[in-house]
């Protein structure tokens, strides 16, 4: 009777450590060049190795400029760092998916590129610098954000010294509503059981909703787990997983592809398995969701008004007790992040945005997940799109999700942005304000100039 | 390294739920290749924007202990968050709540993370808000946090109090010790031969 997270936890525990942890081996890790540069330094600076080279990938994500990648960098910083990444991976015979203005390469967000290439399996555990690592538990992998001082230990040993986990199994039922997203769901869970409801648990998601959503929707669920202070969140691997993984680069293929499959299938939670926690939602009470304060708790459906005393957020927000978040008028419009910049993302809020056209005021960027991905969606025409209705068509990165490159909020500027938090100064200015919504919702936004009901713009097509 | 059975000095009392690590230390200072200065930035953007902010006020200058409320170090897995805070002199934090990743790179770090119930967390606060020059003990031993007159139980995960207190807080040389076991499981894995 247990859980996928059991039996992956007991597959790669190597041993009970003196301090009473589990030694827990790592089947993948990734790599980015903001939270590395310091545990390279440290395993040169003790002479270690790194015994399984092979089982770390990197890539530069965080601060790379989205209008060229042309290098050298023109922020000295951006560019040392990279070099700094090249220069550490090249030492210990890591593979690079670097930038490059070609952007014919695989470069692109760390959890973007993973799933991407197949190198994000069910049953690894996978283990990155980076808290949105849980987006990779859509496979049916464990994974979960660490520290640089974890990150050394992982190159030093390919191993972690952890805790177990608590796992609660969140059932999401029903169909959702047209103008209703994974963004949506995820939202409405975190608004449900609070940024610290999940501290100690991983997030099973299971029901089916979930069991209806593509591979990219389980990703933009499994993302924000730890939004809601869960370290890991995961979807169980089933035939939508196998048929995702199915011919991808670093997949198995011939006869391994039928035995990994085989593997995959016997990790899945089984149907009696016991959890710690157990929590229903349904579906169709979901709606439109927008971020109103400064934590991705912080939430109303859009038709709601916001009901709050925290005065903190109110005042940073420029929000009232009581008043809507729809027709807050927004300055910036982002599609991108590994929550939200996938290609389905891009193609559904391009549907939308086919024929219509950005407010006037209103700086809109689309910032696809990774090159792949940009070539895919130029292949589909999603650029020409976005750039006849006004938006600015980028380069693979983080970008504006928290804006370690030049792309910006400026003063108290407004964003409607896809990305997943809205704390205080997240996006690169320390008055700046975060909304957070589905692509589809900022696209609306983006035209409509303000918040808006995406349902409303949808009849209008429709009708 | 050696071990940490109790930490003392004097504390900075820090209120607010759900302090992000993005507040903590904001993403232009993890532009760089060493944790060096970081420091300098602990806060920064709150710093500014609130003259009386508890890390502007010279009084709780040298302290080195930290109260804060719940979901201290939710956010980001960034290291930056605690390394700035050691280096600015925190040697301990007690608080509600912590994130895990937050708690777990500090507790590497040697920075133990005691949570404590609320109304202990207010007393101490309030405590340190009227007299700043207490000296608090902090025992990571049994968890007893003093403070002049008052007495708090704190909680460490076991794991972590044990590994303070025997000295096996770096996790590194503990990984690569019996090396061969690691190299077993990975052998066991069916993806690891490729299926
Ligand atoms: S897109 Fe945002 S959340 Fe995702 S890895 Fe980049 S900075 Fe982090």
Known sequence: MPTLFEKVWNAHAVRTLPSGQTQLFVGLHLVHEVTSPQAFDMIRQHGWGVPYPQRTFATVDHIVPTSSQKRPFLDVIAEEMTTALERNCQQYGIQLFAPGDDLAGNQGIVHVIGPEMGLTQPGMTIACGDSHTSTHGALGAIAFGIGTSQVRDVLASQSLAMDPLKVRRIDVNGTLKPGVYAKDVILTIIRRLGVNGGVGYAYEYGGTTIDNMSIDERMTVCNMSVEGGARAGYVNPDEKTFAYLKGRQYAPQGDAWDRAVAWWTSLASDADATYDDHVVIDAATIEPTVTWGINPAQSVGVSEAIATKDEEALTYMGFADGQKVAGTRIDVAFIGSCTNGRLSDLAEAAKFVQGRHVASHVKALVVPGSQEISRKAEAMGLDKIFTAAGFEWRGAGCSMCLAMNPDKLVGNQISASSSNRNFKGRQGSPTGRTLLMSPVMVAAAAIAGEVTDVREMLEEVHA | ?195
């Open chain 2, 1 to 195: 390294m050696a071990s940490i059975t109790a930490i003392s000095g004097r504390a900075l009392p820090l209120r607010g739920n759900e302090l992000d690590t993005d507040r903590i230390m904001p993403a232009r200072f993890l532009k760089a290749v060493t944790f060096d200065g970081l420091e300098h930035h602990v806060f920064e953007d709150d710093r500014k924007g609130n003259p009386n902010h508890p890390f502007n006020n010279a009084t709780y200058n040298g302290s080195a202990i930290l109260v804060v409320n719940e979901n201290f170090g939710c956010g980001s897995s960034r290291e930056h968050a605690p390394q700035g805070l050691l280096r600015w002199g925190i040697k301990a934090i007690v608080g509600e709540s912590f994130s895990e990743i937050f708690r777990g790179n500090s507790a590497v770090l040697g920075m133990p993370c005691f949570t404590a119930d609320k109304a202990s967390i207010e007393a101490l606060q309030a405590l340190l808000e009227k007299a700043p020059d207490t000296v608090v003990d902090a025992r990571v031993d049994t968890g007893v946090i003093t403070a002049g007159s008052l007495k708090v139980q704190g909680n460490l995960p076991a794991g972590v109090r044990d590994a303070f207190v025997t000295d096996k807080w770096n996790p590194t040389s503990m990984l690569l010790a019996d090396y061969d076991t690691v190299h077993a499981t990975a052998s066991t894995l069916p993806y690891v031969a490729g299926f």
